[in-house]
C-alpha cells in the first residue's frame, strides 16, 4: 500500500515511540495504578504504571514480568523524567 516493507515501518515507529517516551515528563504523576496482566497467552505478564489524574489514563511506565521488581524498576526509571518516587502518594 505504501511500498515499504514492514521492517521498516517498524523501525520508524520504535524510533518515534523511544524518543516520545525519552522527552515524557512526569513531574505532575502524583497519584498512579499498578497494573499486571497477561501481555500474550500463557504466562507472559507485564506490568504497567498509570498516571490517573490526567484527562484520562496515561501510560507512563510498561515492565515485562510481575514483581516487585517492575515497581523498582518504575522508582529508578523517575529521575530520568523529572520526577522523584517521594511524589507518589
Not at 523501525?11 to 515511540?17: A, D
Not at 501481555?39 to 507472559?44: E, L, P, V
Request: with cysteine; charged share 25%; aromatic share 8%.
Amino acid at each position: 500500500m505504501v511500498g515499504e516493507h514492514d521492517t521498516r515501518l517498524w523501525t520508524l515507529l520504535r524510533h518515534y515511540v523511544d524518543k516520545a517516551y525519552e522527552e515524557s515528563n512526569w513531574s505532575d504523576a502524583d497519584v498512579v495504578a499498578i497494573y499486571e496482566t497477561s501481555a500474550k497467552k500463557g504466562h507472559t505478564y507485564c506490568t504497567t504504571v498509570l498516571d490517573m489524574r490526567t484527562d484520562g489514563p496515561r501510560l507512563l511506565f510498561m515492565a515485562e514480568g510481575e514483581d516487585a521488581g517492575c515497581v523498582s524498576s518504575f522508582a529508578s526509571e523517575m529521575p530520568a523524567h523529572g520526577a522523584k518516587p517521594e511524589q507518589i502518594r
